[in-house]
């Protein structure tokens, strides 16, 4: 069983940063492929970012384009916890953020994912 827990989350002031972590416990191996997906209010859930081992000692990353330029990726080299790191955030960065893995074929789709964690709430203030 795997178990993704997030944290980092609370609320913010438009232009502030906040970090999100989740750390992944369980059977899940470094090849395994960690995303960030968020729900706004009254949304549907959309992709954020991922993060795949790249070669022996590399992550790639791939950031949405909203949040491109903003949202920063980064993985622990043990590959089971990733941090999302945001800045510049504006109020519609507002959502739960969830934490997933997937196989190493996982990219931007929820589907591809196979483990969910219990989301993390960021509210940015105008």
């Known amino acids: 069983q795997v178990r993704l827990v997030e944290s980092g989350g609370g609320l913010v002031q438009a232009g502030g940063s906040l970090r999100l972590s989740c750390t992944a416990s369980?059977?899940?191996?470094?090849?395994?492929?960690m995303g960030w997906f968020r729900q706004a209010p009254g949304k549907e859930r959309e992709f954020v970012a991922y993060?795949?081992?790249?070669?022996?000692?590399?992550?790639?990353?791939v950031v949405a384009d909203p949040v491109k330029g903003r949202f920063t990726l980064s993985r622990d080299s043990a590959g089971n916890t990733v941090y999302l790191r945001m800045n510049s955030l504006k109020p519609e960065d507002t959502a739960v953020y969830y934490c997933?893995?997937?196989?190493?074929?996982?990219?931007?789709?929820?589907?591809?994912?196979?483990?969910w964690g219990q989301g993390t709430r960021v509210t940015v203030s105008s």
């Open positions: 997933a893995a997937g196989p190493a074929s996982a990219r931007g789709q929820e589907y591809e994912y196979n483990y």
């Open positions: 369980g059977r899940i191996f470094g090849d395994y492929v």
């Open positions: 993060a795949r081992r790249s070669g022996a000692n590399s992550v790639y990353t």
